[in-house]
């Protein structure tokens, strides 16, 4: 049988009304523990959570009110010790909850989703903020965490896209990662006491701990930060600069990738490395200072870090893997820690190229003849030598015809002028008191 057209537009407004209805006949209450039972008053939209003891986890399993859209706020009285896991999670039109202080834990997941949720008071006994407890709370402003909590887990506040204020005691030690992820409110973060939007004493930042907070502009670390996760400020776009404490010895990958207004970075003298990506398209940094003891620029380090003018490269420095400065066009300064021959040994990985047709500025001088022409002009053979000569030996220019000795001549500012039938040159540089040549050329044609 074929339904009239007119008809489809009431069946689906049904099926619509169905869906966002609740059920005739859902249950108003029953147990959520071994002595724990909930009521739901459905005109208020009230759901008391009474008795003693655990509520049960529903990790894998729907909690009793779940198909009923109409929980509004949450009691839960005083005898209740432990709310259970995802146990409001997707209660989209929660928006109070109050607990008594008889809980000492909240399961992960708790109120995830809890879109409409503008505040909680977290009670004073609770010792962990459990993984994905407030993720996804969309409407929370600001969170004040216990002074005995130990631990935050995972994602514990990621994706509150209102949340512009955390106060975390210095009792908390451990903290996971995505803790404050996707969260674009959020300007500031610094030690306990700082008034910064996140108040930490944190040991180490976790990894992907700020990702996405685009409206990052400062962070202050403490003294007694030791690392910095990988992805930490993953495309933190509003973060301009930041001084890396000499606690910190590592930097993870992508730290600070993407953080495109970073134009300063002051880094950890103690520092033993920084990931692949660490600075990746930060594209408003201008000069970094790598610190000393780094042995290795990993991959894509630097790339696109199209503002980037100098770099100060440390003398331990041993190698510079493939793209860890690609498209870093505005490169034309490279100030290394140590000589040219030292320069010379670094293992330089392709797509680097910027980097290497830069000039670079050697911290240590050494004796070197690093380029020898000879030609034939008027006067005779006029040489030219470009010459390194801190000790201030001197240069001698030294002809051969056959293979013997013609002359030798002392060569005045990089020129001088050897007989004419001169067939090959070399280039010897004598100290003051030495019985041979600090360093001698390879010979050179005469054109």
């Not at 010790?81 to 008594?100: E, K, M, N, Q, R």
């Not at 020898?372 to 220019?397: C, R």
């Amino acid at each position: 049988m074929k339904l009239s057209k007119r008809f489809l537009p009431l069946i689906i407004c049904l099926i619509f009304t169905a869906a966002f209805v609740p059920h005739v006949g859902a249950a108003t209450s029953g147990s959520c523990g071994s002595n724990v039972s909930w009521t739901l008053d459905t005109v208020g939209g009230v759901l008391t959570i009474s008795g003693s003891g655990s509520m049960n986890d529903y990790i894998n399993s729907f909690n009793p009110w779940s198909s009923n859209r109409l929980v509004k706020s949450v009691v839960i009285e005083d005898g209740i010790t432990h709310i259970g896991a995802s146990a409001f999670s997707g209660c989209t039109a929660l928006s109070f909850v109050t607990i008594s202080d008889s809980v000492t834990s909240i399961g992960a997941s708790a109120f995830s989703a809890c879109s409409s949720l503008t505040e909680i008071t977290i009670p004073e006994n609770v010792t962990a903020i459990e993984d994905y407890t407030f993720n996804g709370c969309s409407s929370i402003t600001s969170i004040i965490i216990p002074d005995k909590v130990k631990s935050i887990g995972r994602g514990a506040f990621s994706y509150c896209s209102s949340l512009a204020s955390v106060s975390i005691p210095k009792s908390v030690i451990t903290f996971m990662p995505d803790v404050f992820s996707y969260c674009p409110l959020l300007t500031s973060a610094g030690e306990t006491g700082s008034g910064c939007d996140i108040e930490f004493a944190w040991t180490t930042i976790p990894n992907n701990a700020f990702y996405g907070c685009t409206s990052l502009q400062s962070i202050d670390f403490p003294s007694y930060i030791t690392s910095i996760g990988y992805s930490a400020f993953y495309n933190c776009t509003s973060l301009s600069s930041i001084t890396i404490p000499d606690s910190v010895i590592s930097i993870g990958d992508s730290a600070f990738c993407y953080c495109s207004s970073l134009s300063e970075v002051n880094m950890s003298g103690n520092m033993n490395g920084f990931g692949e990506s660490a600075f990746f398209e930060c594209s408003s940094l201008k000069e970094i200072t790598v610190p000393d003891g780094i042995t290795s620029i990993l991959t894509y380090t630097f790339y696109n870090c199209k503002s980037l003018t100098s770099i100060n490269l440390p003398r331990t420095i041993t190698s510079i893997a493939d793209s860890a400065f690609s498209s870093c066009r505005s490169l034309t300064d490279v100030f290394y820690g140590g000589s040219r021959s030292e320069w010379a040994g670094i293992t330089i990985s392709d797509n680097n190229a910027y980097l290497t047709d830069a000039t670079i500025h050697y911290a240590v001088r050494e004796t070197a003849i690093i380029s020898l022409s000879a030609e034939k002009s008027a006067d005779g053979v006029a040489v030219l030598a470009e010459i390194d000569n801190p000790d201030n030996g001197t240069v001698f220019a030294a002809g051969y015809s056959n293979n013997a000795a013609l002359a030798a001549v002392t060569v005045q500012n990089g020129t001088a002028i050897l007989p004419a039938e001169t067939e090959t040159v070399k280039i010897f540089i004598w100290g003051k008191n030495s019985l041979l040549p600090l360093c001698q050329s390879a010979s050179a044609v005469v054109k």
